[in-house]
DNA sequence: AGGATTTATATCGCGCACGATGTAATCGTG
DNA sequence: CACGATTACATCGTGCGCGATATAAATCCT
């Protein structure tokens, strides 16, 4: 393939030629990086965006924590309920409205907050990449994102 | 936070700030575009990415594949399963090494790529991006990888 | 040669992640 | 106000994805 060429059906099939899989793998690669911080709190990669999430803003239902991660009630359900288990927050359904159950931090779950401190610096640096830039590559992959779920 | 600081712990904190949560909730967008795709191919967004390893090159092991798709025995021998029992592959050990499993493409398999063949640019077209933005992106993603696994 | 070590794959248990479906509460419309 | 529709969450079944562990084959080392 030349610079005046478009791509041929031999490279739009090759796996190195794929936006997708750069993210797939890096989304995992990620996770093991991730992985030995994260023991230390007891929490997997995700129940610890769902404490972000919550640390931001405490007192949330399962539907607005779906919103800002993505992730469906089947998803959250389960996830929250071992949250739960470990005392890091509370599921208690909305006297007002019975149908939704709102997701409370617990004084173990703020405290935790704290322990967290240095995973975003740590996380950061093992990228290997300036501040500037991390924040440049972050919102063009956020904009992928909305192209792809419009 | 002014352009000359350097983030606060308040903002290392924010999930939109992290470029983990960006490639994570991207990576499911993907698969969530994929989806209706491979439906059609009875294929998983995972199996996809078998199937394109093994359709650049045919025959070759379980290790091979894992190491180019970052993932391991313990991923790939139930999804190598699966893909076998579709008919798209067979699994047999190495006659010269008994330890490995070699896999290979059946006819089915194979034939199957042409189904797949207008998969990658309906993917493309989903991101909104131009073909050298994309290659760009994706590059600057893969050696954020190679930075993490490091 | 032969026992210790390494390598390749498989198995198991756990936790995500989703779509399909279920259930109960709330809303909306006649 | 009643009843059909909608909303919010939960449940279930399937398929990743990993770490820890198992198993068997190959290799290494004297």
């Known amino acids: 393939m030349t610079k005046a060429d478009s791509p041929s059906q031999e490279?739009?099939?090759k796996l190195d030629n794929f936006l997708c899989f750069a993210i797939y793998s890096t989304n995992?690669?990620?996770t093991r990086v991730y992985k030995p911080l994260?023991?230390?709190l007891d929490l997997t990669y995700p129940q610890y965006l769902v404490m972000v999430?919550?640390?931001?803003k405490d007192?949330?239902?399962v539907g607005s924590l779906g919103e800002r991660l993505f992730l469906e009630s089947s998803t959250l359900t389960p996830?929250?309920?071992r949250?739960?288990?470990?005392g890091y927050i509370t599921r208690l359904r909305d006297r007002t409205d019975e149908r939704q159950v709102r997701v409370k931090l617990t004084e173990s779950g703020r405290a935790l907050r704290k322990k967290a401190d240095r995973v975003p610096h740590d996380i950061a640096s093992a990228t290997g990449m300036e501040p500037a830039e991390l924040v440049r590559l972050k919102q063009e992959i956020a904009s992928l994102r909305t192209?792809?779920?419009r």
Chains 1, 2 share one sequence.
């Open 11 to 13: 490279d739009l099939m």
């Open 28 to 30: 995992h690669a990620f």
């Open 38 to 40: 994260l023991d230390e």
């Open 53 to 56: 999430v919550l640390w931001e």
């Open 59 to 61: 007192d949330q239902t």
């Open 79 to 81: 996830m929250l309920k």
């Open 83 to 86: 949250l739960e288990g470990m």
């Open 147 to 149: 192209s792809l779920l």
